[in-house]
């Protein structure tokens, strides 16, 4: 795809991406923050309950001085529903896809690449280990590499075996998932990069 096309297909996203329209909207750090506080324990939550917790919040925006327009609650839920940014089922209120997206890009420009340095300093790891097995000429260092190697699995074995096992916490378990999924966009945009090199 050339120039023309991206822009095309940026300019189409840019008017009719429920995600595009909640990421510039002019109250998007409100609105994200609250669809982020309202679901951070639960996936649903009563439109009646949704609507107090909104009333709260737009009540110290004003008095805050960061919030002037009267209109209740209800009424942004309703545009909020309208516009993609939530789904109402049954009087229930959940986030929508535009919204998951939106917040995970916004907790992705503020988090530190950590997790991606770390993921990337594994890989290196033990690329460099292989490497170092793979190139020694000495047949006895190698051999001896991969015994230390397969006494460590070994180990792991017999501890899932005699019931020892180390449960990740629900914390370590997300971090786990973020480099993941960050490594995955990493990797991904490196191959797209390369294809596009190699046409050039």
Not at 5 to 29: H, I, K, S, V, Y
């Amino acid at each position: 795809m050339n120039f023309s096309g991206w822009q095309a297909r940026f300019r189409r996203l840019q008017d009719e991406d429920a995600t595009w329209r909640l990421l510039r909207a002019d109250n998007a750090p409100i609105i994200l923050a609250f669809i982020a506080d309202l679901f951070a324990e639960e996936n649903e939550v009563s439109f009646d309950r949704a609507r107090i917790a909104l009333d709260t919040e737009l009540e110290r925006g004003r008095e805050l001085g960061y919030w002037s327009s009267e209109s209740g609650a209800g009424t942004y839920l309703n545009q909020w529903i309208r516009k993609g940014w939530l789904r109402e089922m049954d009087d229930m209120l959940s986030k929508t896809d535009a919204s998951e997206t939106a917040l995970r890009f916004c907790r992705a420009l503020d988090e530190p690449a950590a997790g991606t340095s770390a993921s990337h300093l594994r890989i290196v790891q033990d690329a460099v280990r292989d490497f170092a097995v793979a190139t020694n000429p000495d047949l006895d260092a190698r051999a001896a590499q991969l015994e230390q190697q397969k006494r460590e699995i070994q180990r792991s074995i017999d501890e899932l075996r005699e019931g020892v096992s180390v449960e990740l916490s629900e914390s370590e378990q997300r971090e786990r998932i973020r480099e993941i999924y960050q490594l995955a966009s990493v990797l991904t945009g490196a191959a797209s990069h390369g294809e596009r090199s190699e046409g050039w």
